[in-house]
């Protein structure tokens, strides 16, 4: 069954809607993931390239497309900087970037990959105390 999807970056310039079912959802540790996210790791979504469909704000997405083969690419809003989903030139899919959703894509993540590179913190964090907004002092 199809199923439609909205999505945004932070500044709500750029809007987008995906379709549904997706094919895969990795949570990639790799440094590269990680220095373009600038957190533990890239949550991203795949599928195919004619499933998205962008609602505002297409002529506000730069691409960032490495000259080095093997680094990935990247896209995002130029206004407040969040990532937004991309045709990957290697694959040939599109890779949404789970976060930018604004509803449950309906799919969770089958793995963690590259995990041998996750940041030296990351094994802390799903044991850390959880609160749900800011801690109280
Ligand atoms: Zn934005
Ligand atoms: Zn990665």
């Not at 379709?19 to 220095?35: L, N, Y």
């Not at 449950?104 to 590179?117: A, C, E, L, V």
């Not at 094994?123 to 907004?133: E, H, I, K, T, Y």
Request: net charge negative.
């Amino acid at each position: 069954m199809t199923e439609k999807f909205k999505g945004a970056c932070l500044c709500g310039d750029v809007q987008y809607e995906v379709t549904g079912p997706f094919k895969a959802f990795h949570v990639c540790h790799c440094s590269q993931c990680r220095r373009s996210t600038g957190t533990a790791h890239a949550s991203n979504i795949f599928t195919t390239e004619d499933n998205i469909k962008w609602l505002s704000g297409e002529d506000q997405v730069k691409r960032y497309d490495p000259e080095e083969p093997g680094v990935i690419s990247k896209a995002f809003c130029t206004h407040c900087g969040s990532l937004v989903p991309y045709l990957s030139a290697k694959s040939g899919m599109l890779i949404i970037p789970a976060g930018g959703l604004s509803e449950d894509p309906g799919i969770t993540p089958q793995d963690n990959i590259f995990w041998k590179d996750r940041a030296d913190w990351y094994d802390a964090v799903p044991g850390a105390p959880r609160f749900d907004g800011f801690p109280i002092k």
